[in-house]
């Protein structure tokens, strides 16, 4: 797309694109204070509710670089509509929902649209600006999703306890349908490369994935060593080899094995996935607590929240600026060894009758912690490849945190279900205790994988080499 030199029609495009970028990310996390208000009127355990968040994981990260795909085949500025128009619809078919199996429907629909959304912002309004205003352009771009991480909890619990959850997804339909509006009358049509689509690729990872969470979800129902659990373990083995295979083999693949060849990308990803698991795990199970255990309604849960939430907007922009000077594999070591520890801290502190006041050191702790990790192993991933693969990079990356997010879910759950349950406060606080301390462990792993990381003046000199 040709660069506008408006800066009035600019505008409009990082307006267009952050308010869509704005709406998705409010839609992740909007929904995690409404957990305990949906599992009552449904009367669903906790294992079901996990597939209201599984299924938008899982869709929007084997289709997103599908999305992107789509985009240059057939236009950014049409695929980013029918986006917004299939996230709208699915938005109100979660809002209608008569249980939770029609809920879990919806929300996958979601993520089919935000799949679409996501990937065509970043790409249109890359696009727009030329490559001295971009940074600034994607800074503000973040800014505003990021914030939209920050308030989503607290906004969720208000719309949850004054209106009900239901206008958790009501609420999608007029931001979206005013996006949408402004999209066709403000934004240019443009095109890029033309590239095959991976469909066997694509039904290989989310078949690989399903069938691994399916394992996890259903262990403790069913016995870790039965039938059932032990062929969908197999199946997954079998769907992930299958993956790694075609991709090898692939004229145009998906997600290029070679580039795991790079330490830094291979360990920043490992990191990641470890971190992000933990983080949407106890994102999950972190609101069901402070309402179940401790007694708050939604709004108050979503409150209460933010020592940890709103450590992002102060810490992340921090990481990002010394990561130059520092590297990257300090930052994520020991950010990831501080979430761990917080988390530890409060599996250790758990009780029904622990005042909340005890868990904001730890959330801070926490907070800060995975703040710094998040932006330095990105930076790792996206300085590990040559620029004309950084759109593949970002797109890995972004797959493997949203699967990362789905592994993560169920295997804390799994914990919670194994050591507790959803129908007393006590047994509420012992399943959340156990899940809590493999949130803990996971990060520990995540930061054992940073230590991994090229030293900052190897990744300089590799930088330079490929530069030359």
Known sequence: MQTPTNRAAQNWVLGITALASFMMALDAMIITTAFAAIRAEFGSPVETLQWTVNAFNLTFAVLLLTGAALGDRFGRRRMFAAGLALFVVASAACALAGNATALIAARALQGAGAALVMPLAMAILSGTFGRGERARALGIFSSITGCALIIGPAIGGFITEHFGWRWVFWINLPIGLITIALVLARLRESFGPSAALDIPGLALVALAALAWVWSL????????????????????????????????????????????????????????????????????????????????????????????????????????????????????????????????????????????????????????????????????????????????????????????????????????????????????????????????????????????LPARRRTADAAATQDA
Do not use: C
């Not at 520890?341 to 801070?364: C, D, F, K, N, R």
């Not at 330095?376 to 990356?397: C, D, H, P, R, T």
């Open 217 to 452: 979800l259903r262990g403790n129902a069913v016995g870790w060593t039965s039938a059932e659990v032990m062929g969908t373990l197999m199946s997954g083995l079998v769907f992930t080899a299958g993956f790694a295979l075609r991709e090898l083999r692939a004229a145009a693949p998906m997600v290029p094995m070679r580039l795991f060849a790079s330490r830094a990308l291979a360990s920043g990803m490992s990191a990641s996935v470890l971190f992000y698991a933990a983080m949407y795990g106890v994102l999950f199970l972190l609101p069901q607590f402070l309402q179940t255990t401790l007694g708050f309604d939604a709004f108050g849960a979503g409150l209460r929240l933010l020592p940890w939430t709103a450590t992002l907007f102060v810490t992340a922009p921090v990481a990002g600026a010394v990561v130059n000077r520092l590297g990257e594999r300090p930052l994520v070591v020991t950010g990831l060894l501080m979430q761990a520890i917080g988390l530890g801290w409060i599996a250790e502190i758990v009780s029904p009758a622990v005042a909340y006041s005890a868990l904001v050191a730890p959330l801070v702790l926490a907070g800060v912690g995975v703040s710094m990790a998040m932006p330095a192993a990105q930076n790792a991933i996206l300085s590990s490849v040559a620029v004309a693969e950084m759109g593949k990079a970002s797109g890995i990356f972004n797959m493997g945190r949203f699967l990362g997010g789905m592994f993560g879910i169920a295997a804390l759950v799994a914990s919670f279900s194994a050591n507790g349950g959803a129908y007393s406060a006590a047994h509420f606080e012992r399943g959340f205790a156990a899940a809590m301390s493999l949130a803990a462990t996971l990060s520990l792993a995540g930061a054992i994988a940073g230590f991994f």
